[in-house]
């Protein structure tokens, strides 16, 4: 990354960063590589795809598989959340309650585990869509 283009990288890898700290919802890199564009108009999808991995790398950004296909992205925050997903709308749905981290804090120091990542995904229905369904 040191080479010639260095430089850009840097300032595109602000940008996506960016772009996904003043979004409040889950984008997928083709929605980060829109809003993106509308920014830097030369920045190109491949580039989204290979910054996000970067950031991902470095600890700056999370990616989350909401029940899709495709992955989407988040800035990282301080406190860890989860997401509901519902199957329906594909309404993202956040929570986050101390008890889900101190469970699995109890668990890897009982099982003396060293933990990498967390990935923990409820689906189902929303309830604006159960309320359509009846
Ligand atoms: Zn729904
Ligand atoms: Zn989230």
Redesign the pocket.
Known sequence: MLHSGGKRLTKQRQLALDVLQESAEHLDAEAVYARAKARDPKISIATIYRTLALLKEAGLVEENRLGEEHAHFEATRSTPHYHFT??????VIEFDTPQVQEAIQSFCTREKIQLVSVQLLLSG??????REEE
């Open positions: 519902c199957l329906r709308c594909g309404r229905y929303c309830a604006l869509c159960r």
